[in-house]
């Protein structure tokens, strides 16, 4: 056999085997897996026009660094209340901003959500429980101000990527402000989710974030990981995860997943083909599409 005709059969074999990791895998708690060609475009959104509102500071005046939010108000009819979205971006826990994030906004502010894509403490300086604090802010300013935007506050949902996914899901986990007489969060949207820090090497980022080693601080990792919080009361979770990942590898998200399940939390997986960390954030349109009607099902319909 010639050296073109074996470049032709090799080829010959591998296109089934291309073909296969060219599909999505979605999974959901309820058993049914199903397979979703990436290719296909992605739903349209409802058309809902908004205000977009930067900078409105979100925590307390003795806050120890001032923090804000762009807030996304949508111009929907009547006076019936409306989810929210309490969005945050990635960056290491350390870095970029919340215009990472203005296309979700948008997109989550198009569909009727009043959004609140928030700034938030950076590590070293500051470490956790520092971020969850943050966020647990952000909450109560949203559950203040429910009477003038008209925020359902059983619907609020967290949205983000990579360590704002992870600070929305362990927000989920953990509950929001101890003493607090507001809801939690009713469901999340987690990308590219550092679910078990305990899973890392000691890298300058995680040690940074906690203040020390998983000797050292090993009960702060365990604290600080969603996977390790999950409990039935924990809110659904839809997770979507490059499988090329190699910054935040793909068994945090099959193993919280699998944790979500065994609690009998609602919960689907979108695992992306061919997609890296930051590919998986770039090319995430279906896997968000996905996201978000796993979101109007959770709160009870589309908005």
Not at 152 to 174: E, K, N
Request: glycine share 10%.
């Amino acid at each position: 056999m010639g050296p073109r005709r074996a470049r032709l059969l090799g080829l010959a074999l591998c296109l089934p085997l291309l073909a296969a990791g060219c599909a999505a895998t979605h999974l959901s708690t309820d058993g049914s897996p199903a397979i979703r060609d990436t290719a296909s475009p992605a739903a349209p959104s409802p058309g809902y026009s908004f205000r977009r509102l930067d900078d409105r500071p979100y925590t307390p005046p003795d806050w120890p660094q001032s923090l804000t939010a762009d807030l996304y108000l949508p111009d929907t009819p009547g006076s019936s209340r409306r989810p929210a979205a309490l969005v945050v971006h990635g960056g290491g826990w350390q870095r970029r901003g919340p215009e990472d994030m203005a296309d979700i906004a948008e997109r989550l502010a198009a569909r009727g959500y009043v959004v609140a894509n928030i700034a938030y403490r950076f590590a070293p300086e500051y470490r956790f429980p520092a971020q969850l604090d943050d966020l647990r802010a952000a909450m109560d300013w949203l559950h203040a101000h429910a009477e003038a935007w008209r925020i359902d506050t059983r619907r609020i949902v967290g949205v983000g990527y990579s360590s704002g996914a992870h600070r929305v899901s362990l927000l989920a986990s953990r509950g929001p402000s101890p003493g607090g007489s507001h809801p939690g969060l009713a469901a999340v949207v987690a990308g590219g989710l550092p679910s078990d820090l305990l899973k890392f090497d000691d890298g300058r980022l995680v040690v940074e974030f906690i203040g020390g080693t998983r000797a050292e601080k090993r009960d702060a990792y365990v604290q600080a990981s969603p996977a390790r919080q999950v409990t039935p009361a924990t809110p659904p979770h839809f997770l979507f995860h490059g499988r090329l990942d190699a910054l935040v590898p793909v068994d945090h998200a099959t193993d919280m997943y699998a944790r979500l399940a065994a609690a009998g939390v609602p919960a689907e997986l979108y695992l992306q083909p061919l997609r890296g960390h930051i590919t998986s954030f770039l090319t995430g349109d279906d896997a968000l599409e996905a996201g978000l009607a796993f979101l109007e099902e959770q709160l009870g319909g589309e908005q």
